[in-house]
C-alpha cells in the first residue's frame, strides 16, 4: 500500500516551477512530549505511548486530512531506503526498530518523524525557494499537534531536544542549492569556510556526513537558540541570496573564461545521457548537473531543469531497485539506470548556443 | 572570603576528598541554592566546579537523572540527553556549552500556546508560596490565610483540568 504513495507523483496542487540554483526549501522543527523519555532513553513500551498520542494529534489537523501513517516496522528496506532518497525521512530514522512512525501528507510536502532522535520532527518541504510559506505550513501543523498534545518546553531553553544543539526554536531552516559553477571554479571550499563563520552548516545531498554529489548541497542554520525563528531565517536568506550571486558570478567567469571547455562538458553530458549502457549513480548526478546548468544559461529548453531535478532523485540505488520491480543485483542496476536515462534523454536538442 | 562563582561574600564551605584529593569550594548563598546545595550527603564537589579546575576524575557517579538514568558519562559520550529532567540536572555543564553553541542562552523563538499558560501558572504558584512564606514568617496570618486560600484554588483548578 505504501507503494502507491511511492510511485506516485503527490495528487494535489500541481509542482512550481523549478528555478536555477535553488532546488528546495524545508524546515523542520523538533519537539518532545512532556513527561515521556527522549526515544533514545525511551522503553518500547513508552515509544508506543508517544507514538500514538502524536498520531492521534495528527488526525485532528485540517491539512493532514488523508494523510498517510505507517509503522517504520513495517516497511520494507526499499521502502525507506526510497522514502531517504526522496528526503522525506532521515538516514536515521531508516535505521530504527521498533516504535516509531512516519506521517505524510498526500501531497507529500508535509513529512512528520515520530520517536527519531526527538519524539517529533516535524518537516515540511516545498520546490524552489519560499521559507515564508514552508515557515507558515510548519507552524501551523506545530501549532495543531500542540493544542493536543502538552510540549517539553522550557521558558529559558525553549523547546526540549535530546541533543542540545537544537535547542530553542528546534527549527532547521535548509535549502538544497546546486553549485556546479563555484564547484568547478574550485571556490567551494572557500565558501563553505565563509557561510561557517556566519553560523551556517553546509552538506552533502543526503544530510550529515554525505557527498555532494552533482554539485548539489544542503544549507541550513546551525544554530537553534538566542535568535527567533524569523532572525533566523533572514539570515539564512541573506547568505543565500549572496550565494546564488556568487554562483552566477562563477558561471558567467566560466563560460567568459573557458567557454569552449564548458559547452564541450556540458555537450558530452547529453551525448553519454542519449547513449549509455551502464550508469553508476554517481557518474549520472554530475551528468544530470551539467544539463540543469545548460538549461540555466538557455541552451536547453527549460523543462530539461524540472526533467534533472526529478532524475537526481529516480537514479538513486532504491528507486531504479523500485523499478525494477523485483531485486536486482548492483551491476544490472546500472544497467537499467543507464536504460532510464536513455529513455528520458533520447529526444534532448543539441546546445543552443546562440542564446 | 568571595564566592567561587560570583563576588558575594561566600556563606556555604565545602570540602570534599576525591581520589585522595582534597577539594574546597566556598560559595555564596544565591549561588549554593541555585547549584543545588542542600544536601550535603549527595553532593559532589566536582559536579560544581569547572573541567579546567579539576584534573582528576569528574565524579561522573555523581551526576545522574534520576528521572532516564542518563549520566554525566552518557552526556560526554553521546551528546545526548535523555529527557526533560535531564536539562535540570546537567544544567551546570550544560550553560557553558551553549555560549559557544549558539547566538544566546535564551529562547526569543515561538512560544507554545498551552506550555505558555503553563509556565504562567507554575509562576504564579511559586510566588504565592513565596508570598505566603513570608506573610507566616512577619506572623501576619491574616494575609497568609487569604495567600492560602488563593493557593488551594489555583491548585483545585488544574487538578480539575488534570
Not at chain 1, 505511548?49 to 516496522?73: H, M, P, R, T, W
Not at chain 1, 539570515?235 to 549572496?242: F, G, I
Amino acid at each position: 500500500m505504501f507503494h502507491n504513495i511511492l510511485s506516485h507523483e503527490g495528487k494535489g496542487k500541481k509542482a512550481p516551477k523549478a528555478i536555477p540554483v535553488t532546488l528546495s526549501t524545508r524546515i523542520r522543527l523538533a519537539r518532545n512530549l512532556r513527561q515521556f523519555p527522549f526515544p533514545g532513553r525511551a522503553e518500547v513500551s513508552q515509544k508506543r505511548a508517544v507514538l500514538n498520542q502524536c498520531i492521534e494529534a495528527l488526525s485532528g489537523i485540517k491539512n493532514l486530512n488523508d494523510s498517510i501513517s505507517v509503522e517504520v516496522d513495517d516497511l520494507s528496506e526499499l521502502d525507506r531506503q526510497i522514502l531517504v532518497e526522496q528526503h522525506l525521512i532521515s538516514p536515521e530514522l531508516s535505521q530504527v526498530e521498533e516504535g516509531s512512525g512516519i506521517v505524510l501528507s498526500p501531497d507529500r510536502s508535509c513529512c512528520i518523524m515520530i520517536n527519531e532522535e526527538d519524539h517529533l520532527r516535524i518537516q515540511v518541504l516545498r520546490p524552489g525557494l519560499d521559507f515564508s510559506s514552508v515557515w507558515k505550513a510548519v507552524d501551523a501543523v506545530d501549532s495543531g499537534i500542540e493544542s493536543a498534545i502538552n510540549y517539553a518546553y522550557d521558558g529559558d531553553l525553549g523547546f526540549l531536544t535530546a541533543c542540545p544543539t537544537n535547542l530553542g526554536t528546534g527549527m532547521r531552516a535548509s535549502v538544497m542549492m546546486h553549485l556546479p559553477g563555484l564547484v568547478m571554479s574550485k571556490n567551494m571550499d572557500k565558501v563553505i569556510n565563509a557561510v561557517n563563520q556566519l553560523g551556517i552548516a553546509v552538506r552533502g545531498l543526503f544530510g550529515e556526513g554525505s557527498d555532494a554529489n552533482g554539485s548539489i548541497f544542503q544549507i541550513s542554520n546551525q544554530q537553534t537558540l538566542g535568535e527567533s525563528e524569523g532572525a533566523i531565517i533572514d539570515r539564512l536568506n541573506s547568505t543565500l541570496k549572496s550565494l546564488v550571486h556568487q554562483e552566477n558570478n562563477a558561471r558567467e567567469k566560466l563560460l567568459q573564461d573557458d567557454r569552449t571547455k564548458l559547452i564541450d562538458k556540458m555537450s558530452r553530458a547529453i551525448g553519454i545521457l542519449k547513449t549509455c549502457h551502464l550508469m553508476q549513480s554517481s557518474e549520472a548526478m554530475d551528468l544530470l548537473s551539467l544539463v540543469r546548468l545548460a538549461t540555466d544559461f538557455g541552451m536547453l529548453p527549460d523543462k530539461f531543469r524540472g526533467l534533472a531535478d526529478k532524475m537526481f532523485i529516480e537514479i538513486q540505488p532504491g528507486h531504479v531497485q523500485f523499478s525494477a520491480g523485483k531485486s536486482i543485483e548492483p551491476s544490472s542496476r546500472d544497467e537499467l539506470r543507464a536504460d532510464v536515462l536513455r529513455n528520458q534523454f533520447a529526444r534532448t536538442p543539441s546546445l543552443d548556443l546562440d542564446s | 572570603m568571595k564566592c567561587h562563582h560570583c563576588d558575594k561574600q561566600a556563606t556555604v564551605h565545602l570540602t570534599q576528598i576525591l581520589n585522595g584529593q582534597m577539594h574546597k569550594m566556598d560559595l555564596c548563598e544565591t549561588c549554593a541554592q541555585a547549584k543545588g546545595v542542600t544536601n550535603p550527603e549527595n553532593l559532589s564537589i566536582s559536579s560544581l566546579m569547572d573541567k579546567v579546575e579539576l584534573e582528576v576524575d569528574t565524579g561522573e557517579a555523581t551526576m545522574v537523572c534520576e528521572s532516564c538514568g542518563t549520566t554525566h558519562q552518557d552526556f560526554k559520550k553521546g551528546g545526548r540527553l535523555g529527557c526533560e529532567a535531564c536539562y535540570h540536572v546537567f544544567r551546570p555543564v550544560l550553560d557553558p556549552l551553549l555560549d559557544g553553541m549558539h547566538a544566546g542562552t535564551k529562547h526569543l523563538g515561538k512560544v507554545p500556546a498551552g506550555s505558555a499558560s503553563r509556565i504562567k501558572f507554575e509562576k504564579s504558584v511559586v510566588n504565592l508560596r513565596g508570598e505566603l512564606n513570608e506573610a507566616v514568617e512577619k506572623e501576619d496570618f491574616e494575609k497568609a490565610a487569604k495567600l492560602r486560600d488563593q493557593l488551594r484554588d489555583l491548585e483545585s483548578k488544574t487538578n480539575a483540568k488534570a
